[in-house]
């Protein structure tokens, strides 16, 4: 099993440019989480999608940030446009019984 | 979801117990106390969970005391790798009708010294 997969794992990306983030949860999960992390606000949840329908996007900060999950196999995180305080770590989980969490996406915005 | 409380840090010498405490005096009677850690640079990762009876798995045993306002996790032989952060979260089951989150406290930081 490969786990939750994302990617990039690294993003340097400047002011005004739209990021796009990926996950790949992992098989047979139905639940996928996208959470936020920095230093200041620690580890921050901000949409979750049930059998590929978002559920709660009470967390996501701005209408800058959008998510979508297509399909049972595949989500994105999307920032448009970007901005410095968006620079953080994002990452993604998967719940099959208990959650698992991918390696994360640190994203720089210049 | 009710509110923990630990400790910011802790030090423990490598092949020696951690035990890690997590004040949940709020808890409800249907809520379960749930352990993840974070190594540095790397996602969460799940270790334990119970609702009222101790547990144990691979990873490490959880004491939950009887009235469940307080558990501790315990890591039986320390060793450097266990080094990160620690938290402990108290949540209500999946109820099967949705999703369910987990809400990230600042948690504590375990530092195995050689």
């Known amino acids: 099993d490969a786990g939750v997969i994302q990617s990039p794992r690294h993003e340097v990306t400047e002011m005004g440019q739209e990021v796009t983030l990926r996950c790949k949860p992992i098989s047979g999960h139905n639940s996928l989480f996208w959470y936020r992390q920095t230093m200041m606000r620690g580890l921050e949840l901000l949409i979750y999608?049930?059998?590929?329908?978002?559920?709660?996007d009470s967390g996501m900060p701005e209408d800058r940030f959008s998510a979508k999950m297509p399909n049972a196999s595949f989500s994105t995180l999307k920032i448009q446009p970007s901005e410095p305080r968006d620079s953080a770590v994002y990452f993604c989980?998967?719940?099959?019984?208990?959650?698992?969490f991918g390696p994360g996406t640190r994203l720089t915005v210049l | 979801d009710a509110k923990t409380t630990q400790p910011p840090s802790m030090d423990c010498a490598e092949g020696r117990a951690a035990n890690l405490p997590c004040n949940h005096s709020t808890i409800s009677g249907n809520e379960y106390v749930y352990w993840y850690r974070q190594i540095h640079s790397q996602g969460p990762q799940y270790i334990i969970h119970?609702?009222?009876n101790n547990e144990t798995n691979e990873m490490a045993s959880l004491i939950i005391t009887e009235d469940r306002k307080s558990s501790t996790l315990i890591l039986p032989h320390a060793t450097l790798r266990d080094t990160a952060v620690y938290y402990c979260i108290v949540r209500v089951p999946y109820s099967g009708a949705g999703s369910y989150q987990l809400t990230f406290g600042k948690g504590t930081k375990l530092s195995v010294i050689p």
């Open positions: 999608f049930n059998n590929n329908v978002p559920i709660d």
């Open positions: 119970g609702l009222k």
């Open positions: 989980a998967s719940k099959g019984n208990e959650q698992f």
